[in-house]
Structure formats: C-alpha cells, structure tokens
C-alpha cells in the first residue's frame, strides 16, 4: 500500500467519538515527537512553519515552504499532509508537481484569498484541475472559510462543499464552525470533514468533535503556539538563575 492509500485508509469507518487526529509539526523534531508518540500521519500547520521560519502567516515563499515540509517528510515514515495555504498561484499542474517533490501525500486549499471568499463555482473548477493533475496520488482536503469571513449561516458551507465534493476533494475542512453547528454540517455533508480543534480547554475534545460529526480533527499553529508559551515560561526561568551573565547596560 503506498503511503497516499494509507492516508486515505485512515479517513474510512471512523466510529463517532474516535475521529483521525492529525497534530501540526512545524519542523522535523516537532515531527519525530509526534511520530514517536504513536500517531499515525501529521498535517503540517502553514501558520506555524510560517513561525518556524520567521514569517508571518501567509508571507511565506512558496520555495521555503516546500522546503520545510521536505524536511519534514524526510524526517519520519508515516504520511505527510501540507497546508499550502491558496496554492502561491502556482498553476494546478506545478502545484501537484511541488507537493509530490516534497514528498507529502495530501494537502490544504483554502477558498478565501486576502481576507475574501473566492466564488465558489470558480474554485471548485480549480479544484478539479488540482484532482486531475494529482491523478490519485493526493488527498485533497479543501478548506471551506465562510464562518472566518463572517458568514455564519451553515448552509453556504455546507453549498460550497457540496460543490469542492463535486469537483474530487476527498475531504472537506469548515474552519471555524462553531461546534454547535456540526452535526448539522455532518448531515449535509458527502465524506470526510476536517475539524479543528482548540487547546486552550474551551472547547471540545478531539473525541467530543467526533462525536459532534469530526473525521478527523486538527490544531492548526495551536500546538506550535503552545511550544512557544512553554519556551517563553523556560526563558523567564532562567533569566531568574544565579549567575546567568546579563547583557552590559549601555548609557
């Protein structure tokens, strides 16, 4: 089986309350972590590389992404999935083309660009190219942005996944809903949805999200961000230490 087929694999007959939980690394030891506590595939956060590399999110090149995820990939055997965010206008066959250099078997597309959702007929068309060009060997996860561009009603979600359905994404991501919305969403809904989830214990559990209608559950930047925190608070700790050789104080 190859590792695309694996991933694939892993979105079928999951149970409610036992959704694929997918965690974010940001760089190769972030990857090795997670690998070695047991999970079976990652999804790379382009918040959180975008971090790692010192950028902020969405300034990012397109080559020092791809770089990092190859980096990435490269550093564990389970399967690598990638945001790349709206693709860097890349051209459906050249973006098919740098994720399968940089090894990765699936990938994030979002459908808003500079803070607006894109029509929705015209993505889904784009989408399509992507499928084509991909030819099976990705996993297309499209990401629905309407509840973070302030459109709240459910249905023009779950109208633009019936379309990114349509046009051959494998999975469809509606971030941001609010979790009281899911399982509508659920119902309405063809395959695979992508939720994400927080962890600053506000709200559900990854297995509550399954319950709610989650295939599977990601974090985003959040466990990135999380790293940073503890980072910070080791920082002040040893800032505190006796004998710590402090910066000369210029007059």
């Known amino acids: 089986m190859s590792k695309v087929e694996e991933f ?51 300034a990012t090149p397109a080559g020092e992404m791809f770089a990092a995820v190859a980096r990435i990939v490269r550093a564990v055997g389970v399967p690598v ?16 083309e740098r994720l399968l250099e940089a090894g990765v078997v699936g990938c994030n597309l979002e459908d808003s660009n500079g803070g607006v959702l894109k029509d929705p007929h015209r993505h889904a068309d784009w989408l399509a190219e992507v499928r084509r060009a991909a030819a099976g060997r990705l996993f297309l996860n499209a990401r629905i942005d309407t509840f973070i561009r302030g459109v709240a009603d459910p249905e023009r979600a779950i109208e633009r996944a019936a379309l990114y359905v349509a046009a051959g994404a494998d999975c469809v991501y ?16 063809q395959g695979p949805v992508n939720v994400f989830a927080r962890l600053d214990g506000e709200g559900p559990s990854p297995a509550e999200l399954g319950e709610l209608g989650a295939t599977r559950v990601t974090f985003g930047p959040g466990l ?9 608070r080791l920082a002040a700790e040893l800032g505190q230490c006796p004998g710590r050789q402090r910066s000369p104080v210029k007059e």
């Open 174 to 189: 509606p971030i941001g809903a609010p979790a009281n919305v899911l399982p509508l969403l659920r119902s309405g809904i």
């Open 224 to 232: 990135q961000r999380r790293t940073v925190q503890a980072l910070h």
């Open 8 to 58: 694939r694999a892993l979105h079928r007959s999951r149970t409610p309350g036992d959704p694929l939980v997918l965690p974010g690394p940001w760089d190769a030891a972030s990857a090795r972590v997670f690998v070695e506590a047991g999970f079976p595939a990652l999804a790379t956060p382009s918040a959180g590389v975008a971090a790692c590399l010192g950028y902020e999110d969405g």
């Open 81 to 96: 999935s990638a945001d790349v965010e709206g693709g860097y206008g890349l051209a459906p066959g050249e973006l098919v």
